[in-house]
């Protein structure tokens, strides 16, 4: 998974040889001065001090020689995940999990269920809430993931994905700790005056589109957009300006410099299960199966 060339130069770096390297490569001596002297014409770079008492890494040398020792680890890392996998077969489901999107209430789902699925295992993969990347993740469902739970009301996401409502959070609205609002434990719209609101463009999501609109009511309220999805950025430039954000009762924990606190109004946002286009057997079997368990536990 990684250039020859970097295994050629580790090596003579470790041996602090080429005749030593060379022995260890199976291949001749001047066949390793040459993958060296590709490899430093290819970075524009001296990598090796040759000297009449040896070679040694020069200072840009040592820095190549440190990453190339993590990207091998990481490579191996790598295989050995992907054949972990492989050998799991169809008896994995990967869960992604983010800062926003975290999997914990798919894993308390999943142990209810779990007797449905004799000898399944969970496979958590990390993802980055990146508001230019994020679209590309929900489309990975079915290849990256078979599912993903969180707050979901916006169109482009339902476009590359379905999704299983589970429950609502209300929306509310974060300060800084230092903000005058941050001691009350309600919010009227009436002490958001004064303020500038960040919160997302308008026309992805139906629920914020509502929110802004009551919003605009009140001239002395400032909208300020944010990117079209949150991620950390968004919550760290709300705590360094001193402004305050629409967001949701389950990202209480996002920030530890912002509380949030709920408002006066009815503005809730669905949250549920997000899963392939093209459901695989056993993923359309376990949706199956959490909406019986659903429907069971709502006629008790």
Not at 149 to 155: A, L, M
Not at 280 to 286: A, I, K, S
Request: contains cysteine; hydrophobic residues 40%.
């Amino acid at each position: 998974m990684y250039n020859e060339l970097l295994k050629a130069f580790v090596c003579v770096a470790d041996c602090g040889s080429f005749t030593k390297a060379a022995e260890k490569l199976y291949i001749s001596p001047p066949s390793v001065m040459k993958q060296i002297n590709v490899l430093e014409q290819h970075l524009n770079l001296k990598l090796f001090q040759r000297t009449n008492q040896g070679i040694h890494l020069t200072p840009a040398g040592n820095v190549i020689y440190r990453h190339a020792k993590y990207l091998f680890t990481y490579s191996e890392n790598a295989i050995r995940e992907a054949r972990a996998v492989e050998e799991a077969g169809e008896t994995t489901f990967c869960i992604g999990s983010s800062l926003l999107n975290p999997c914990k209430p798919f894993m308390d789902l999943w142990y209810r269920l779990n007797q449905y699925f004799p000898g399944y295992k969970l496979h958590i993969v990390p993802f980055e809430d990146n508001h230019e990347g994020i679209l590309s993740e929900i489309a990975a469902l079915g290849k990256k993931f078979d599912f993903l739970i969180g707050v979901c009301d916006s169109k482009l996401w339902l476009n590359r994905c379905q999704f299983l409502k589970l429950g609502e959070y209300q929306h509310c609205i974060a300060v800084p700790r230092e903000h005058r609002l941050a001691g009350k434990e309600k919010i009227t719209l009436s002490d958001l005056c004064g303020e500038t609101v960040m919160m997302v463009k308008k026309g992805d999501s139906s629920v914020v589109d509502s929110i802004r609109k009551e919003l605009e009511a009140y001239p002395d309220i400032l909208i300020e957009d944010t990117a079209q999805f949150y991620d950390l950025s968004v919550f760290n430039r709300c705590a360094e300006n001193q402004k305050v954000m629409l967001t949701v009762e389950c990202w209480k924990d996002v920030h530890p410099g912002l509380i949030t606190i709920p408002v006066e109004w009815d503005h809730s946002i669905p949250y549920g299960i997000l899963y392939p286009l093209e459901e695989l057997e056993d993923v359309h079997r376990f949706i199956e199966i959490v909406k019986e368990h659903n429907k069971g536990s709502a006629e008790k």
